[in-house]
């Protein structure tokens, strides 16, 4: 399997936001653009010729910043923690990322130095001093409806997914909640924990994830494994049990869709747009 790339949902600011985050965080590159075709601007009503996705980098993790419209809007439920070696870093990423304080950036029980920032396109940030196993971890916030669910959560995902393992899991002595779980999917650092937040917030496909598969049979497996209706889906997206969206494709999804030649390109976007669960077979008429 692929590393497990992130997708952001925009209405039309992919390009921008993704230039915005190669400006501020090191090891960062802009990759891949691929255009909005006739069918696929048809089936989501964005101007053909725009921006659909850009592939872009930061930190050394992979993400996807996808022009989808206004359907989908980012929330807290799924946010970044970035290890920062030093205050001067901590402070220097805080400035530009930082239009909404969630948390102050202070001295905190659990760190030196946090805080938690909403950025100008909705990306939610957790700043925190001290360097980690990798630079940028999504978390995910169980909440509302979802509280209680965490630690079942945890083990769903590490049981579905290859390459998977605990690393730590820190819970309220009172309540039992996940304070803090850190988790390796497809080799990868994720962290899971619960708390409040706004009611309106929950898991959306205004974050995903995606993972590149070496096969057929590993599509079925993960799409069987994660889909919490193994019938339902879109394009190879699908919906877990507790709300978090995945895309399960093939390891040369960017390659395919970054087709040269245009008419190629409009008949793979055309049988991508029939299918629920990727078909590898019908890819390759």
């Given at each position: 399997?692929?590393?497990i790339?992130?997708?952001?949902?925009?209405?039309?600011?992919?390009?921008?936001?993704?230039?915005?985050y190669c400006?501020?965080f090191?090891?960062?590159?802009i990759?891949?653009?691929?255009?909005y075709?006739?069918?696929?601007?048809?089936?989501?009503?964005?101007?053909?010729?725009?921006?659909?996705?850009?592939?872009?980098?930061?930190?050394?993790?992979p993400?996807?910043?996808?022009?989808?419209?206004p359907?989908?809007?980012?929330?807290?439920?799924?946010?970044?923690?970035?290890?920062?070696?030093?205050?001067s870093e901590?402070?220097r990423?805080?400035?530009?990322?930082?239009?909404?304080v969630?948390?102050?950036?202070?001295?905190?029980?659990?760190?030196?130095t946090?805080?938690?920032c909403?950025?100008?396109?909705?990306?939610?940030w957790?700043?925190?001093?001290?360097?980690?196993?990798?630079k940028i971890s999504?978390?995910?916030?169980?909440?509302?409806?979802?509280?209680?669910?965490?630690?079942?959560a945890?083990?769903f995902?590490?049981?579905?997914?290859?390459?998977?393992?605990?690393?730590?899991?820190?819970?309220?002595e009172?309540?039992?909640?996940?304070?803090?779980?850190?988790?390796?999917?497809?080799?990868?650092?994720?962290?899971?924990?619960?708390?409040?937040?706004?009611?309106?917030?929950?898991?959306?496909?205004a974050?995903?994830?995606?993972?590149?598969?070496?096969?057929?049979e590993?599509?079925?497996?993960?799409?069987e494994?994660?889909?919490?209706?193994?019938?339902?889906g879109?394009?190879?997206?699908?919906t877990?049990?507790?709300?978090?969206?995945?895309?399960v494709?093939?390891?040369?999804w960017?390659?395919m869709?970054h087709?040269?030649d245009?008419?190629?390109?409009?008949r793979l976007?055309?049988?991508?747009?029939?299918?629920?669960?990727?078909?590898?077979?019908r890819?390759?008429?």
């Amino acid at each position: 399997m692929n590393d497990i790339q992130t997708c952001l949902w925009f209405d039309d600011q992919g390009e921008e936001a993704a230039t915005f985050y190669c400006s501020i965080f090191p090891d960062s590159r802009i990759g891949r653009t691929v255009a909005y075709g006739p069918s696929a601007s048809n089936a989501a009503g964005r101007p053909e010729g725009s921006v659909m996705t850009v592939e872009f980098t930061i930190g050394n993790r992979p993400f996807l910043a996808l022009n989808g419209g206004p359907h989908f809007r980012i929330d807290p439920s799924i946010s970044f923690v970035v290890g920062c070696e030093s205050e001067s870093e901590i402070k220097r990423l805080w400035k530009p990322l930082c239009h909404i304080v969630r948390m102050e950036l202070s001295s905190y029980p659990f760190a030196e130095t946090y805080g938690w920032c909403e950025d100008r396109f909705g990306v939610n940030w957790q700043l925190i001093l001290g360097s980690g196993r990798q630079k940028i971890s999504p978390a995910l916030l169980f909440s509302n409806k979802r509280f209680g669910k965490a630690e079942e959560a945890i083990g769903f995902y590490v049981d579905s997914v290859p390459n998977s393992r605990v690393l730590a899991m820190a819970k309220d002595e009172r309540t039992k909640a996940i304070l803090h779980g850190r988790i390796i999917l497809a080799g990868r650092e994720f962290v899971i924990f619960e708390g409040p937040q706004d009611p309106a917030s929950d898991f959306s496909p205004a974050v995903s994830f995606v993972l590149g598969c070496e096969s057929q049979e590993e599509i079925d497996t993960l799409w069987e494994r994660l889909s919490a209706d193994p019938d339902g889906g879109q394009c190879g997206w699908l919906t877990d049990r507790y709300g978090v969206s995945w895309q399960v494709v093939p390891k040369d999804w960017g390659t395919m869709l970054h087709e040269s030649d245009p008419d190629r390109r409009e008949r793979l976007m055309k049988a991508i747009l029939g299918m629920k669960k990727i078909d590898v077979a019908r890819l390759s008429k």
